[in-house]
């Protein structure tokens, strides 16, 4: 791949650029030293990949992502040297359109952070090249209660990827589970940040979210986020556990694998929600959903940070609706309540 890097200190730059090119796969075409050069680097010549920075003077790593993804949107890793102390950057720089988050293997001095972050670029390579068949079209489809243990009535999972951490902030400001529903949340997102994006989303909504530990039950009320590199799944009595298969696909958690659990074994109201993301993950799950009779929804471009899983789930005809994301709320109150179709 040919990749960018933006850090304004200058070791640092050095550091990240030699892990690079001491790969035969990448090759690093630019160095930039801070975030308004990136944006102008990036439209000059975009990479297929930037190793982007988060904590800058001038032009911090959000705001840079946010305007090379409005400018001349490209695939962004943020690598910065203590994710952990930064979340509320690294969630709304993953909001504004950066995939992913490595720790800086200069920084942090621990052995294998360099095979970490090749390894992380290895799996956006394989995202790249799935984004890439995204443009290509599919083949059409033919024409609060007291008891919150109780199993919900009505079941919504979301899919998100690529300003994911954003969208689905909006998404539960609007709508969160009525008293017999509960949501269900995969997000691509690494796992050593799970439970600091549960927490981060939790305090955008001001409401708990529950991270799914091995061998989890639904309950009512209750909004449920993915937690592992592994596959969320359901089995036929409803409880939700991980698969570690497929191994070869690049999405992790996927989403088509747990829209296609939901539409096999949950025999009950449920709706299916796809919102922004790269490549085209969730859209054969969602049109499964929706050959099982439940309703699905996908975000439209206009609002979507990158319209790669939802134009393929449109592509497929999987999605009964395609919404702007500020009325995705108002539909799933109107889908969720008691009675309401």
């Known amino acids: 791949m040919r990749i960018a890097i933006v850090n304004d200190v200058l070791i640092i730059g050095e550091a990240l650029r030699r892990v690079i090119t001491n790969t035969q796969e990448h090759e690093v075409i630019w160095v930039a030293r801070s975030g308004e050069q990136a944006v102008q680097f990036c439209m000059n010549n975009r990479p297929d990949l930037i190793l982007m920075d988060l904590v800058m003077p001038g032009m911090d790593g959000v705001e840079a992502t946010r305007q090379i993804m409005q400018n001349s949107p490209c695939a962004i890793l943020l690598v910065t040297a203590s ?28 052995p294998g952070t360099d095979l970490a972050l090749l390894s992380k670029i290895r799996t956006i390579g394989k995202l790249i090249s799935a984004d890439a068949q995204t443009a290509r079209p599919a083949s059409p489809r033919s024409n609060s209660s007291a008891n919150h243990e109780q199993e919900p009535e009505v079941l919504v999972a979301i899919g998100a990827s690529t300003g994911g951490p ?32 549960a927490s981060w989303l939790g305090d955008q909504i001001r409401v708990p ?18 937690k592992t590199n592994d596959h969320l799944v359901m089995d036929g009595r409803h409880r939700l556990s991980y698969s570690a298969t497929p191994l070869d696909y690049p999405y992790r958690p996927s989403v088509d694998v747990f829209f296609q659990c939901v539409a096999k074994y949950w025999q009950k109201p449920a709706v299916g929600v796809l919102l922004t993301g790269m490549g ?22 206009t609002s979507s940070a990158v319209y790669g899983m939802p134009r393929a789930a449109a592509d497929l005809n999987a999605a009964e609706m395609i919404l702007p994301l500020d009325k995705i709320g108002a539909t799933l109150r109107q889908r969720t309540q008691r009675n309401g179709e």
Not at 209 to 226: F, K, Q
């Open 209 to 226: 979210i529950t991270v799914i530990d091995e061998s989890t039950r639904l309950a009512r009320g209750r909004i449920y986020i993915a």
């Open 166 to 197: 954003m969208a689905l902030a909006k998404v539960f400001g609007q709508w969160t589970p009525p008293e017999d529903g509960a949501a269900v949340i995969v997000q691509h997102i690494d796992q050593n940040f799970t439970d600091s994006f």
């Open 280 to 301: 085209r993950d969730g859209a054969r799950g969602l049109l499964a959903m929706r050959d099982a009779g439940k309703t699905t929804i996908a975000q439209d471009q």
């Open 83 to 110: 994710p952990e102390d930064n979340t509320g950057m690294v969630f709304r720089a993953l909001g504004a359109g950066a995939l992913d988050v490595a720790a800086t293997p200069l920084i942090t001095g621990q």
